[in-house]
């Protein structure tokens, strides 16, 4: 049969590959020692014995003594026993699982001391007050996550004997005051547990293996899997490792250490020491710690090691590094590695200079920067400083800086900004009735709800500033303000600042700074080594992808920033916000037109206004395509409101007869399901006149900027087609409609008609409409509401964050296109489509088109570009040409 199963390796039998089995801290002590680096020796306890564990509630059998083993073989290595009553050999106990997963066990240290072997350390050290501070904090650490007694008790012993000894720090305890603690420590273990702290080593160090695996189940560690989604049933490796300290005076100390500035990327070597301390001292911020340049005077020797390891680690992993050491008495020593995690700007510039430096090709540089970090470079900042105190903290639901005064509804916020005020919406939590006022806010806030809320899917959609859950305010919409913890409270009107990025509310305006990185990719020009370094980058996308990517964009202004922003035409021009505004009133004349030539005369009146758009949208993109998308919403959506109306004739002594007449239109048109109802390309068919007046705009519009020496490539698309037959006759109209403009103008019109699929029926007869298209654009949003059978607006109201919770949804169906479902549609629609009409293109016009995964599965299932919102175009090149990288350049897991 098999092998048997290895559960325990020393550090020396394992490398980086080894990260599933050895966790990544083991995998990175193993890969280290293989270099030659000064680490200290012990042992890995693998993901498997601990899977094991977890399944049998017992360890495997061969663990006891395969441990055993490696012990033996860790103490004759350094020629000391653990815990021996002489000179002990001490070890550490570390969690370490596949990803670093902050909540599991912390690390307990000094493993091995005890009544006898306290004095030994004390003599072999030459140095009583360690030995016992040693024997206090491991009386602690293991009291505490092994034995589970309250931290705060021991924390309240330390604090009586400072303060009886009048004395501030941790460190001005001597000797004679540890033991007393340390006693005192134990009585507290004693009392609450009613066991004794162990004395014996091995059982010490086999309770806190053993500790280390139940950590793996703990409320905190579930909780971040499940965010991070990692895998529950990974579990984590242990490791054993011979102590170094840092704590043995002066001329010892511990750090940590970045090969380059992982804020800025910067080259250099970054971190902090703290003398005479231990490790966890460094992160716990008892004492401030030094910035590791300061170990040059400290100890130059040390310092230029330490540089010399930094090279060799960055060189050898060909990424930024962090390291953590220690210095005992001048020797260094390396403790853990692991390639370090990076702030966005760092990430694009450590690409751009480990490309420079030849440490990276081109593909491998681009692999290592992603979409979501160069969306969140673009936005503006806000120049703070630390003496800016927040209002109140939130969840950073969506990044970037935004000010305005506080509105507390959505109706509010839509008129205001209509007339020009920068307003951020104040809500508790919203619901898709506050849509006008989300779509006209500078940025939304809320007190409830988390990354899932409603506020928080709808604007990270929209690419709006948002920090909900905002707990500590109390939001009073009636009385139209906010209190926030401090007392202040903020009114309507009152000017704030929400940072989306950190996730705090701030009282006033704070400075703006416009993000440099957003300038560069407008104007093409780099202004310093970040914008440098995006450029370059976008650069090497653009060259590689096979993905061509468009805007949605429905005025000349979009079109013209998202073609500065790269995009290679509009993939989905709406048509009807140009029924908005001022034109509503015309619409209202065609809903309501009692006759054809009412209703006629009313078309009339909005064709020029169309044609305006048209012309103006596709001078913009002059040269590129434009999918011209015919009108698509209910026509109820530009009457008023029914409830409204209806009140206010009731209230009316003498009621507007137009009113009245809207009201019964309105009523008449009410439909229970809108979203499946009179909409797309069945309005077109039931409304006389209304595509042929469309077309006709476009034609026009075409005509209009031939003769003005330009090239216009508009493409016509139907919406929401479900049969074939619906597309023939729409096509068939269209056509006409060209045809006869072309002939009054004497201009021949080429102007390629296809159609949206976003119905399950149109992906399945795709084979069909292939046959009427000249190409598919995939409307995901639409496609994801029908093929699962929800609506978007009620569900992300309702049962989403649930779904979330309970993981039936990893992530949103309408953030990241659903591959099983979704995805298949597609798939297999591009597929018939392409069998029956060679020449089909295809297309992604649904918000997936910007998102990063979706973009990769674009990819993959052979579409020929997508689109998205304008900002999101430097983004989507960027993934769209990752999405084309292949082998080892690939971008892995990030984690
Ligand atoms: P974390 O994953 O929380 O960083 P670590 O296992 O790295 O936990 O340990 C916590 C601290 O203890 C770190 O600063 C580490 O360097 C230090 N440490 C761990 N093992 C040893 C050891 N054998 N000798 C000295 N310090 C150690
Ligand atoms: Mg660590
Ligand atoms: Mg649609």
Redesign the pocket.
């Known amino acids: 049969m098999s092998t048997p199963t290895k559960y325990v390796y020393a550090f020396a039998e394992g490398g980086r590959d080894m990260a599933a089995l050895l966790g990544g801290?083991g995998a990175g002590l193993a890969e280290m020692t293989r270099l030659g680096l000064p680490v200290p020796p012990g042992f890995t306890v693998t993901t498997e014995a601990c899977k094991v564990f977890l399944a049998t509630g017992e360890e495997p059998p061969e663990l006891g003594i395969e441990a055993a083993r490696a012990l033996a073989g860790l103490e004759s290595e350094m020629g000391r026993a653990l815990g021996a009553p002489d000179d002990p050999l001490l070890v550490s106990v570390?969690s370490g699982a596949r990803f670093s997963m902050p909540g599991m066990m912390e690390?307990i240290l000094d493993i091995g001391l005890n009544d006898h072997s306290v004095a030994g350390l004390a003599k072999a050290a030459g140095d009583e007050r360690f030995a016992w501070d040693s024997y206090r904090r491991l009386v602690q650490m293991f009291g505490h996550t092994v034995m589970g007694v309250d931290g705060e008790l021991f924390e309240n012993a330390l604090a009586a004997h400072k303060a009886r000894r009048e004395v501030s720090g941790d460190h001005e305890l001597d000797s004679g005051e540890l033991m007393l603690l340390t006693e005192e420590y134990k009585e507290i273990v004693r009392r609450v547990t009613g066991e004794d702290f162990p004395q014996d080593p091995a059982e010490q160090l086999a309770r806190a293996i053993r500790a280390v695996f139940d950590s793996w189940n703990v409320e905190r560690a579930r909780v971040y899997r499940h965010r991070e989604h990692i895998p529950d049933d990974l579990g984590t490796a242990v490791n054993v490792q011979a102590m170094v300290f840092g704590n043995l005076g002066h001329d010892s100390g511990t750090g940590v250490a970045f090969t380059r500035d992982p804020a800025t990327g910067e080259r250099g070597v970054y971190g902090d020491y703290l003398p005479d301390a231990q490790?966890e001292d460094v992160v716990a911020g008892v004492r401030d710690a030094l910035p590791l340049t300061e170990l040059k005077t400290l100890d130059p020797r040390a310092y230029v090691e330490l540089g010399d390891h930094l090279r060799t680690l960055e060189n050898h992993y060909r990424d930024l590094c962090d390291v953590?050491f220690t210095v005992e008495r001048g020797r260094l020593w390396i403790?853990?590695t692991r390639v370090g995690k990076r702030t966005a700007e760092a990430a694009f510039r450590i690409a751009h200079d480990l490309r420079e430096e030849r440490t990276l090709d081109a593909d491998e540089a681009l692999a290592r920067v992603d979409g979501t970090a160069l969306t969140r470079l673009m936005f503006p900042r806000f120049d703070t400083t630390p003496a800016d105190v927040p209002l109140a903290r939130g969840v950073p639901a969506s990044p970037g800086a935004a000010v305005g005064v506080a509105v507390f509804d959505s109706a509010e916020a839509a008129r205001r900004a209509a007339d020009g005020e920068a307003v951020v919406l104040v809500r508790r939590e919203t619901t898709p009735d506050d849509l006008p006022g989300m779509i006209a806010a500078q940025a939304v806030l809320t007190s409830r709800g988390g990354k899932t809320s409603h506020a928080a899917v709808v604007a990270r959609g929209m690419g709006k500033v948002c920090v909900c859950g905002a707990e500590e305010l109390d939001v009073d919409t009636g009385a139209r303000r906010f209190t926030a913890a401090s007392g202040t409270v903020v009114h309507d009107g009152d000017m704030i600042s929400v940072d989306g990025t950190a996730g705090t509310v701030h009282l006033g305006a704070l400075p703006l700074t416009d993000s440099d990185v957003g300038r560069a990719l407008e104007t093409g020009t780099a202004t310093g080594p970040l914008t440098a370094a995006v450029l370059d980058g976008l650069a090497h996308a653009d060259a590689v992808r096979r993905l061509q990517v468009r805007a949605n964009a429905d005025t000349p202004e979009d079109a013209a920033r998202a073609r500065a922003l790269g995009a290679q035409g509009i993939g989905l021009c709406r048509t009807e916000h140009m029924f908005l505004g001022e034109r509503r009133e015309l619409v209202e004349a065609m809903i309501l037109a009692p006759d054809d030539a009412a209703r006629a005369e009313a078309l009339a009146a909005l064709l020029p206004l169309q044609r305006d758009d048209f012309t103006g949208i596709l001078a913009a993109m002059d040269g590129l395509p434009v999918t011209i998308r015919l009108i698509d919403p209910p026509l109820h959506e530009f009457l008023p409101d029914r409830t409204e109306l209806a009140v206010r004739l009731a209230g009316s002594a003498h009621p507007d007869p137009h009113e009245r007449e809207l009201l019964s239109a309105v009523e008449r048109m009410h439909e229970e399901n809108p979203m499946l109802g009179l909409r797309g390309v069945r309005l077109g068919l039931a409304v006389p006149g209304l595509t042929a007046m469309q077309v006709r705009a476009v034609a026009e519009a075409v005509v209009r900027r031939l003769r003005d020496g330009g090239r216009p490539r508009a493409e016509i698309m139907i919406p929401l087609v479900g049969t074939v037959e619906e597309l023939r006759l729409a096509r068939a109209e269209t056509e006409r409609v060209l045809a006869e403009v072309a002939a009054e103008t004497g201009t021949p019109l080429d102007c390629p008609i296809g159609t949206m699929i976003e119905l399950p029926r149109a992906a399945l007869t795709a084979g069909r409409l292939a046959e009427v298209a000249d190409f598919f654009s995939f409307g995901t949003n639409d496609l994801t509401q029908t093929t699962w059978g929800l609506s978007r607006d009620d569900a992300e109201a309702s049962f989403f964050p649930l779904y979330l919770d309970k993981g039936v949804f990893e992530v949103s169906p309408f953030e990241t296109i659903d591959e099983q479902g979704v995805g298949r549609l597609v798939e297999m629609a591009v597929e018939a489509g392409r069998a029956a009409n060679p020449r089909l293109e295809t297309g992604v016009c649904g918000e997936h088109g910007g998102d990063p995964d979706s973009i990769h599965f674009f990819h993959r299932a052979g579409l020929d570009y997508v689109s998205c919102s304008p900002f999101r175009i430097p983004a989507a090149r960027l993934e769209a040409g990752r999405a084309a990288l292949t082998g080892s350049a690939e971008a892995g897991d990030t984690r």
């Open positions: 801290k570390r690390t490790g953590e403790l853990q």
